[in-house]
T-cell receptor
């Protein structure tokens, strides 16, 4: 069974530029998550989708972050404009149902300079 | 109070010893609990889940849950250098729909 796919794996951008990350969840998983993990901290949930609807986006900085999950499969997370404090790993994860075991992709490493 | 709390460590144990990792949570309604292991530069991977009070054993790993005390722990027996990693405790919050992670405990197993 293929795992959660993410791209790009690494990205370096200047502050105020924009960046987009893509995620393809495990086939059949209805729930998709985007987590932000800053070095030395645990993953923080940014947004959670159930199929193509948003379940929780309470910690998503909506002035600069946006995410969509068209057709309930792939998802894209965008940051515009980026700030230095956005430097982190962006982890996409999926699960068959909400609150159940979640499976992470390898992450997209963002460095903002 | 944070929703999920862990001691950040590092916790250092000698090879062959028992490593004990602890986690407390604030949501009394939480029904399931997860331990993830994260190697440096890698993404978290699930190693244990526990749903009922008491102990659950899987190989060298034992998860312990005490819902009355809102406490979950992970014991690693016969610790190996390959166990050196950060261990993340995760608990469903917000009515069970959102998985919230602690900050993780860094474990170092020394030769």
């Amino acid at each position: 069974e293929a795992g959660v796919a993410q791209s790009p794996r690494y990205k370096i951008i200047e502050k105020r530029q924009s960046v987009a990350f893509w995620c393809n969840p495990i086939s059949g998983h209805a729930t998709l998550y985007w987590y932000q993990q800053i070095l030395g901290q645990g993953p923080k949930l940014l947004i959670q989708f159930q199929n193509n609807g948003v379940v929780d986006d309470s910690q998503l900085p909506k002035d600069r972050f946006s995410a969509e999950r068209l057709k309930g499969v792939d998802s894209t997370l965008k940051i515009q404009p980026a700030k230095l404090e956005d430097s982190a790993v962006y982890l996409c994860a999926s699960s068959p149902v909400s609150g159940n075991t979640i499976y992470f992709g390898e992450g997209s490493w963002l460095t903002v300079v | 109070q944070k929703e999920v709390e862990q001691n950040s460590g590092p916790l250092s144990v000698p090879e062959g010893a028992i490593a004990s990792l602890n986690c407390t949570y604030s949501d009394r309604g939480s029904q399931s609990f997860f331990w993830y292991r994260q190697y440096s530069g890698k993404s978290p991977e699930l190693i244990m889940s526990i749903y009922s009070n008491g102990d659950k054993e899987d190989g060298r790993f034992t998860a312990q849950l005490n819902k009355a005390s809102q406490y979950v722990s992970l014991l690693i027996r016969d610790s190996q250098p390959s166990d050196s990693a950060t261990y993340l405790c995760a608990v469903p919050t917000g009515g069970g729909n959102k998985l919230t992670f602690g900050t993780g405990t860094q474990l170092k197993v020394e030769l």
